[in-house]
């Protein structure tokens, strides 16, 4: 089965910019989408490779996929995007719908 | 505004069923997908299935394949989601989600499962 692969938790200062990773086979020849979730809350939708960003979602939130790796930039973190971060894709070859383990961003 | 409201909180015992609801408005019910996740305390997000609700076609994933049957109500827009035999591994919030990129989300069901 396809496998996903997230760090677990960054943490960064105000300001910064978040690189969140997501690893699988061949990821850049796939469509991923990333989804940020706030404690208590349902997850968000916050980029598609295929469909970019929600009208909702602010300009510094921005991805790109090449090669094995997938990347979920945020530009001038803020205390706001303290919460779990999740990559997603669709497999294929198994037909199943396949999510990362989650990376907890934490804004010091 | 599309919105995917979905039914109340549920306690099983174990070996039991659960069915919970997901009524979407707001947009052309029949054009989107509807997908079920899940997310076990303090874990991460689980594809479980979706439907196709033009057609009724279902696909999903393996670890439940056998367990789990998600149907749908076009009359009144409303997706279904049964689990048979639960656990206490079945305790988890359940989401529905539509289409493909999961553009927008339920806001959870609870299943608490008891000994």
């Known amino acids: 089965s396809y496998v996903l692969t997230q760090p677990p938790s960054v943490s960064l200062a105000p300001g910064e910019t978040a690189r969140l990773t997501c690893g699988g086979n061949n990821i850049g020849n796939k469509g991923v989408h990333w989804f940020q979730q706030r404690p208590g809350q349902a997850p968000v939708l916050v980029f598609s490779?295929?469909?970019d960003r929600p009208s909702r979602i602010p300009e510094r939130v921005s991805g790109s996929t090449s090669g094995n790796t997938a990347t979920l930039i945020i530009s001038r973190v803020e205390a706001g995007d303290e919460a779990d971060y999740y990559c997603q894709v669709w497999d294929s070859t198994s037909d199943q719908r396949v999510f990362g383990g989650g990376t907890k961003l934490t804004v010091l | 505004q599309v919105q995917l409201v979905q039914s109340g909180a549920e306690v099983k015992k174990l070996g039991a069923s659960v069915r919970i609801s997901c009524k979407a408005s707001?947009?052309?019910?029949?054009?989107?997908?509807i997908n079920w996740v899940r997310q076990a305390p303090g874990q991460g997000l689980e594809w479980l299935g979706e439907i196709t609700p033009t057609t009724g076609a279902t696909t999903y994933a393996q670890k439940f394949r056998g367990r789990i049957t998600v149907i749908t109500d076009t009359s009144t827009s409303t997706v279904y989601m049964h689990l048979t035999n639960v656990t206490s591994e079945d305790t988890a919030i359940y989401y529905c989600s539509r289409g493909g990129d999961f553009d927008f989300w339920g806001q959870g069901t609870l299943v608490t499962v008891s000994p």
């Open positions: 707001g947009y052309n019910f029949p054009y989107y997908y």
């Open positions: 490779s295929d469909t």
